[in-house]
């Protein structure tokens, strides 16, 4: 085929899938049994600001936590994105702990299964949210009361209960005592890495300030990538790449201009 012809051809054949994407290829994101369900950050009540609600939804569908705790539930706003992220994810499970459950808001269509609610205090009943989890928790939501006391109990709490890997995120970080919390917390405990403030959306009130998303993760410094990848070729049920050195330069759009790769691949990779 003429090179000029075939380059017209797969011109057309993009525009035809970039008008799929962009019109009826969007999902729905406000409609519950659609695909990126992230019409739910959208959703009121929430103490939340849209960048934190947006950085949280974000958070679940990327980490993909199997087993997640969120302390402080209040209208349920949070929990509502959680279980949303995790429902688009096609795992996990989100144990919520207050002492008030009156205010909670979500309906069970909202939270598609994924979500269990936990009357009860911060620290004393830490354990028998984390037992509804049935394992180790791999990701954990701080977003209760906003003092340093509270937040440096409900950061303890949680310490027994962390999987390997595991994702503390804390609401509400630009508040001086939490910062102090955390601070204080990890110095005492080994072992976490501090991700930093994620969102830089802070609500004055002095003589505080509130909102900003602050992430860190919990034990190995290092991530196996590899690993990673791998586990998302199982996942999507494909063969794992080999890793071979040669593959270092590979990408589809840079061979194609001949910048990528350069002969064919050695016999072991």
């Known amino acids: 085929m003429d090179e000029n012809l075939r380059r017209k ?3 057309v054949r993009d525009e035809l899938l970039w008008l799929y994407q962009n019109s009826l290829g969007r999902p729905r994101v406000f409609a519950l049994s659609s695909m990126e369900r992230i019409g739910s950050v959208y959703r009121r009540p929430s103490d939340m600001c849209e960048p934190d609600k947006i950085m949280l939804y974000a958070l679940v569908r990327g980490l993909r936590p199997e087993r997640a705790l969120e302390v402080g539930v209040r209208w349920g706003g949070s929990g509502r994105i959680i279980a949303s992220a995790m429902e688009d994810n096609g795992t996990g499970k989100i144990v919520g702990l207050d002492p008030d459950t009156e205010p909670f808001r979500p309906r069970p269509s909202e939270l598609h299964g994924r979500y269990q609610l936990v009357k009860g205090f911060s620290p004393q009943d830490v354990p028998t949210a984390a037992a509804a989890l049935g394992g180790p928790i791999d990701f954990v939501l701080i977003d209760a009361l906003h003092t340093h ?27 001086q005592g939490i910062d102090t919390a955390i601070r204080e917390v990890m110095g005492a405990n080994a072992g976490f890495v501090d991700c930093g403030i994620l969102t830089r959306n802070p609500e004055i009130k002095l003589p505080v300030l509130y909102q ?26 494909v063969k794992a790449p080999s890793f ?8 589809d759009w840079a061979n194609g201009i001949g910048l990528g790769v350069k002969g064919d691949p050695p016999q072991d990779a």
């Open 212 to 237: 900003g998303l602050r992430l860190l993760r919990y034990g190995d410094t290092e991530v196996d990538n590899k690993k990673l990848m791998r586990e998302a070729c199982e996942r999507n049920g």
């Open 9 to 11: 051809l797969r011109k």
């Open 149 to 175: 006391d509270a937040v440096f109990a409900d950061f303890t709490a949680v310490l027994p209960f962390l999987a390997p890997g595991a994702h503390v995120l804390f609401h509400d970080t630009y508040h």
């Open 244 to 251: 071979h050195p040669y593959y270092n330069n590979w990408d």
